[in-house]
């Protein structure tokens, strides 16, 4: 009877643990944030907070508001310190400055240099691109670029001056007439630096020059000059059809610029310009 009755007394105590297990699996206590294996229970006010600021535009404000009800609830057993971070409140240090000139580009020594190089483009290049302003109709007033051949003097005498050989039935002498301004640019397309260390014709390491002036018609004392500047260099010119008008123009100089490597473009003055003796790029 004794053993029956402790089997009875134990029964109870049975049930009831059966009772709080099948309570827990069927009825899950709704509300709770785990964070690195901890769980507390969140009221309803504050459940009905985070349902209205969870929004992208909220939850960083929330984040940064130190008085806030996640900054309050949030426990300081899950935020784990970095132990390669430094501790709050640390300055930083900065580091060392990297030695002068360890990252400068190779510049020639000195503007002095930049007039030479740009009379050698000049008298080196047989060809450049010629941008004048559009005298047609639909595209009047806008930039129209053209692509031809030039030459400032014999190969023997370099003048800096540009000089061409075009005919009235190119669109370019109509944008002349209208207006004169035009810029030619000479890259150094042929040059042996491009050449030699295989580099692309536009990369700035490859010279550049950009004159800027007026476009004239040579005169008649200059024709004979102008004739053995452009034969000499072109000369098939000599076999072009002589229906198509063909006359010599010249560009005064107003403006150069030259760029020989990464960066902008430099000034020259035509003094500075038309004094120098070309030299390589």
Not at 215 to 235: I, N, T
Request: net charge positive.
């Amino acid at each position: 009877m004794s053993v029956r009755q402790g089997q009875r007394l134990a029964r109870p105590g049975t049930s009831l643990s059966w009772w709080l297990c099948c309570s827990t699996l069927l009825f899950p206590a709704a509300g709770y944030v785990i964070v690195s294996s901890l769980s507390w229970a969140v009221p309803n006010e504050v459940d009905e907070e985070l349902d209205r600021a969870s929004t992208e535009e909220a939850m960083p404000a929330h984040l940064e508001d130190s008085s806030s009800f996640w900054q309050r609830s949030f426990p300081t057993s899950a935020h784990k310190k970095d132990p390669h971070l430094p501790p709050a409140g640390t300055a930083r240090t900065l580091p060392p400055a990297a030695p002068p000139g360890m990252f400068s580009y190779p510049h020639e020594s000195g503007s002095r240099l930049r007039p030479g190089t740009a009379r050698f483009l000049a008298h080196a290049s047989t060809w450049g691109c010629l941008a004048t302003v559009s005298a047609q109709e639909k595209i009047s007033g806008l930039p129209f670029g053209n692509c031809v051949p030039i030459s400032d003097g014999p190969l023997d005498n370099s003048t800096g001056i540009p000089y061409f050989y075009v005919t009235p039935k190119d669109s370019m002498v109509a944008d002349l007439m209208k207006n004169p301004m035009a810029s030619l640019l000479l890259p150094e397309l042929e040059g042996e630096f491009c050449r030699k260390n295989v580099v692309e014709p536009e990369e700035p390491r490859c010279a550049r020059l950009t004159l800027t002036g007026q476009m004239m018609a040579v005169s008649s004392e200059e024709v004979e000059f102008a004739k053995q500047a452009m034969f000499s260099r072109h000369p098939v010119m000599k076999k072009w059809p002589r229906r198509y008008a063909w006359f010599f123009m010249k560009m005064r100089i107003e403006h150069i610029w030259l760029q020989k490597w990464y960066g902008g473009i430099s000034g020259i003055s035509r003094e500075d310009y038309f004094k120098a003796v070309p030299r390589k790029a």
